[in-house]
């Protein structure tokens, strides 16, 4: 088989059916598909349940909400940072050709920059109607608890899949090559052609039937198509570009040789279990710790119904102080180890999923720029994360979406991503800057007022702060220096009029 020449559909079915490839491959994936389950149990137990799961079935129950807390909090900030309301997540702008032809003509310049940001509003306006946020949320826990999600945006919808419901072959150096997505549809929603031909029971019809959908990379194109029972499905077979291809196949981590990425909660999966077991010991010690049971000695007058109907404040006949005695366990100090060891591996959790509330030191002294300080750090952290998910996630989002709304530019326009990785870098300009201005104050304020190049210095805070063009919203010194002129010039004349009537 030469190097451009692809099998089709008919062929790769010939090699093995979707059912029997995809069961091969998720079991050559057993034990990833097993450390994603124990993750999800330790964190939120319904984001990948066990094989047999159903709606009858009673999820796990943990000991603690620390999990659940840290997942929730560090994908809602992924949600705001890589897909921000009200604001574009992604610059369009035009080729370094493009750019050079444009330099010859000019006026280009402006009218492209303004036809180019209507653009990116209009794509904006269609990821807002499309009301893919909630499953992009979704798509960012499963990737924090199990390192892997897919997401299939077709006909104006964003669909999720997890890791149990799909497999993937990706190359060495991580290029996804082959998926296949795996799902149930009811048999009265099969078109009637492929309905007669399964050879399926009257029992088998009343239940969901499992629908396999394939998306095979050849060069620089996919080919597409959809299997039930080893029947292809009529019209599912096509051929698709690369830049517009609806699937999104994202991971956590990305680890060259491997299919699947792992998530956070598996780079911190000790820290969970030994947070699970102490919860457990604690919470089991401190039941003991406070059940109370008295005892009454043997011959004694006191009756054990008249003890236990005594009142708060009642009067039982004998000498309770002989006769009596009580039975507790007065060990809480042996409680400080464990509670020590919680607050630490809370303390670490909460760094690692960004949770301020546990990683700010617990003093009455702590300040404001010790915080900000930590929440820079932190946040740094997930530079490598930011990377991956504009790679996987936002590019092909872009791409998609001004496919879908036939905004095919070609080569001239290519979109860059404005958020996650590049947006830490820019405030840490703009906190650089402010600390040299800060720095220079404390030595010489005069300086500033001085020697500072304001034109300049406004035009790096508008590149750290995302503005576009921020030089054109202020006046230079030449345009300042006409005005003032103007203005002495046409003084001149009023001033000269009274003295002239004199």
Not at 49 to 76: H, K
Not at 140 to 148: H, K, R
Not at 339 to 360: H, N, Y
Request: charged content about 25%; glycine content about 6%.
């Amino acid at each position: 088989m030469g190097k451009d020449t692809f099998p089709t559909a008919e062929e790769l079915k010939q090699e093995a059916g979707l059912k029997a490839l995809f069961d091969k491959r998720d079991g050559d994936r057993i034990t990833s598909l097993n450390t994603a389950r124990d993750c999800s149990k330790l964190t939120i137990p319904s984001v990948l349940p066990s094989e047999s799961f159903t709606e009858q079935t009673r999820l796990p129950d943990t000991y603690n909400s620390l999990g659940a807390r840290a997942v929730n909090n560090l994908s809602n900030k992924l949600l705001l940072g890589l897909l921000p309301p009200n604001s574009a997540f992604f610059r369009l702008k035009v080729t370094d050709e493009v750019a050079a032809e444009s330099d010859t003509q000019s006026g280009m310049d402006s009218e492209v920059e303004a036809q180019l940001s209507k653009l990116e509003t209009r794509v904006m306006a269609k990821i807002e109607a499309s009301g893919m946020r909630p499953i992009v949320h979704q798509a960012f826990v499963n990737l924090i608890v199990t390192g892997n999600a897919v997401l299939l945006y077709e006909n104006d919808t964003m669909n999720l899949y997890k890791m149990d419901s799909y497999v993937v072959d990706r190359d060495y150096a991580g290029n996804v090559t082959d998926v296949i997505l795996k799902e149930k549809v009811a048999y009265e929603a099969l078109p009637d052609e492929l309905a007669n031909k399964l050879d399926i029971t009257d029992d088998e019809k009343k239940k969901d039937i499992e629908l396999y959908t394939r998306y095979n990379r050849q060069g620089s194109q996919w080919l597409t198509y959809q299997e039930i029972n080893t029947e292809i499905v009529d019209g599912s077979e096509q051929t698709i570009k690369d830049k517009h291809i609806p699937l999104m196949v994202l991971r956590w981590s990305k680890i060259n040789g491997e299919n699947y990425g792992r998530g956070l909660v598996e780079q911190l999966i000790g820290d969970f279990r030994s947070l699970e077991g102490l919860t457990q010991m604690m919470l089991e010690y401190s039941a003991i710790a406070a059940k109370v049971i008295f005892g009454i000695k043997p011959g004694s007058p006191i009756e054990v119904d008249e003890l236990e109907d005594a009142e708060n404040g009642g009067v039982v006949v004998g000498n309770l102080e002989q006769d009596v005695s009580r039975l507790s366990i007065d060990k809480q100090s042996d409680l400080q180890i464990p509670m020590k060891m919680v607050e630490d591996i809370t303390r670490r959790i909460g760094a690692a999923f960004l949770l301020q509330s546990t990683t700010t030191r617990d003093s009455e002294r702590t300040t404001a720029l010790e915080i900000q300080y930590l929440a820079r750090e932190l946040e740094d952290a997930l530079g490598g994360i930011y990377s991956i998910i504009s790679q996987e996630f936002q590019l092909p989002l872009v791409n998609l979406l001004m496919a879908d709304m036939k905004y095919d530019l070609g080569n001239m326009v290519e979109p860059t991503i404005t958020t996650g990785l590049s947006a830490l870098g820019r405030s840490q300009d703009l906190e650089k800057l402010r600390q040299l201005n800060g720095l220079i104050a404390e030595v010489s304020p005069d300086y500033l007022t001085k020697y500072l190049n304001v034109e300049e210095y406004l035009k790096r805070i508008g590149t750290a702060l995302a503005i576009k063009d921020v030089q054109t919203l202020f006046y230079n010194k030449e345009e300042v220096q006409q005005e003032q002129q103007g203005i002495t010039d046409a003084g001149v004349p009023q001033m000269a009029q009274p003295q002239a009537q004199q």
